[in-house]
């Protein structure tokens, strides 16, 4: 019985693989020593070649801190699935569920084996009910997932159902059919990175948050994205000792002409703890920012405007992204931070047809429905609904901030001047008289819509000079350390979108 468990724990051959870490060596990186006590070991035994079946799951601590673990197996028939490794996997997560115990996943599986269709596909123990279980833990524990090799066909919906995957360059996949089958089916003819690589994950399709070379560095960041989230959706995130922003200096940072780019980071490091910030899916529609970070300890969502990308414009992709990043926060009680300088949602025929107004909505519906702390912050230009999108008053920021360079509008001064008056430019002959006509009203504008009357109207609550900014933060993050969910509101998953 011994000599059989050993030889499970040794599991499969992958000495075809020299790039890749073997299953066990990957729970050593992600895991802290001696903490790992595994379940199942034995599966499939007496059938030779299928050390534990092709899974591995557990329980064990990531500093200190419990978790359920699926780790596959690629040197058993490639990580695939077969009934035990279906039933090891739901049991864990039934234990999660149970105990509320985060998971980490770390995904390197061919699909389901055909040659048991009977074990893995129809029945209730299966495949379905795996989805069924993440689904049923999502929202109420942090669902983590680094993937490291294959995850195909139906097997590809279980790092969709995670909070944040992290991908493998090169040995990393995500498709519902192979090239093979796809050929077969639809005539294209593909390779799989092209299909379902972790490029095109990160930077086209979205599923993707991450790309890394190693699979070590993978594990480490999930390690690390793990410091930010609580172990379940009662709890509160961890803090951590304060630092000082690495940078400093405010000026020229935020340019005063709103059709001049910059990059919204910059602005990042100088309000946040200093090496704290943890973007999310920064290859995939860069015109919107996310990510966590600290400030004086306390953890924070960002959700920034990106004006060096598309003048930071909401697209179909970014209202997306934010959308299922604020549900994120929302979900494990992590105070969110909106940093504006929007104008607007992008327009035009393509985005229409792309259904940008449905998919506003749906950042709209995140934004407004969460309950946890939301500040907003404007920073320049807040145009349009893109200044509704990014947690206007009437959807009940605790505070709303603005640098003195910030200007709120319906649009801009000089769009809404010629909107206004556009029978009256055009019969202005004289260019010279056209060009003192439009600048007189644009300062008419800016005069009758600025700050002071923001202020005096209560749809800001101050106006803060960039260095004392992150003060101004500290100190209401502070104040709403005690806040509450209303009385009987029950978790939510972490949609998909």
Not at 302 to 320: C, E, K, M, T, W
Request: glycine residues 10%; hydrophobic residues 45%; contains cysteine.
């Amino acid at each position: 019985m011994l000599v059989a468990a050993e030889r499970a724990r040794r599991g499969g051959d992958t000495s075809r693989w020299p790039d890749k870490l073997p299953v066990r060596e990957r729970l050593d990186v992600l895991l802290d020593p001696g903490s790992f006590v595994e379940d199942g070991v034995l599966a499939s035994t007496n059938s030779p070649g299928m050390p534990a079946d092709g899974v591995v799951t557990g329980v064990g601590t990531v500093e200190g801190r419990p978790v359920a673990v699926i780790a596959h197996d690629f040197g058993v028939k490639a990580g695939s699935w077969g009934e035990r490794t279906c039933e090891k996997q739901i049991r864990i997560l039934e234990r999660a569920d149970r105990d509320l115990l985060p998971v980490f996943y770390l995904v390197d599986s061919a699909g389901g084996r055909l040659t048991e269709q009977m074990g893995f596909f129809p029945g209730r123990r299966g495949a379905s009910k795996i989805f069924h279980m993440q689904v049923a833990l999502s929202g109420r524990v942090p669902q983590i997932c680094c993937l490291h090799g294959p995850s195909a066909a139906g097997g590809a919906y279980m790092p969709a159902f995670t909070d944040w995957v992290g991908m493998v360059d090169g040995a990393a996949s995500m498709y519902l059919a192979s090239p093979r089958v796809a050929e077969k089916v639809t005539g294209e003819r593909t390779t799989a990175e092209e299909m379902g690589g972790a490029r095109m994950h990160a930077e086209v399709s979205g599923c993707g948050d991450a790309v890394f070379d190693e699979d070590w560095q993978a594990i480490a960041a999930a390690r690390l994205l793990f410091t930010y989230l609580p172990g379940h959706f009662e709890d509160a995130p961890p803090t951590a000792e304060p630092r000082e922003p690495e940078a400093s200096g405010w000026d020229g940072l935020v340019p005063e002409d709103p059709t001049v780019g910059y990059d919204v980071t910059a602005v990042i490091d100088r309000l946040v703890d200093g090496g704290s910030f943890f973007e999310v899916k920064p290859d995939w529609a860069p015109e919107i920012v996310v990510g966590f970070a600290r400030l004086e300890g306390r953890v924070v969502g960002l959700v920034a405007n990106q004006p060096r990308v598309r003048s930071g414009a909401i697209h179909v992709d970014s209202a997306d992204k934010a959308a299922r990043f604020i549900s994120l926060c929302d979900a494990f009680n992590v105070p969110l931070l909106f940093l504006q300088d929007v104008p607007g949602f992008m327009v035009g025929v393509a985005v229409e047809r792309q259904g940008i107004i449905r998919h506003g909505a749906k950042m709209i519906t995140a934004m407004s429905s969460a309950e946890v702390p939301k500040f907003t912050i404007v920073l320049r230009k807040a145009y349009a609904a893109g200044f509704y999108a990014m947690c206007a008053p009437g959807f009940e920021p605790r505070a709303t901030l603005a640098l003195p360079s910030a200007f709120i509008g319906a649009m801009g001064p000089e769009a809404s001047v010629n909107a206004v008056y556009a029978g009256k430019i055009a019969e202005i002959a004289d260019e010279d008289e056209r060009e003192a006509f439009v600048a007189a009203r644009v300062e008419e504008h800016r005069a009758e819509v600025n700050l002071l009357r923001m202020g005096d109207e209560l749809v800001v609550d101050a106006v803060v000079p960039g260095e004392e900014l992150r003060g101004e933060l500290v100190a209401r993050l502070r104040h709403a350390d005690g806040w509450t969910r209303t009385r009987g509101r029950r978790h939510h998953p972490v949609s998909p979108v």
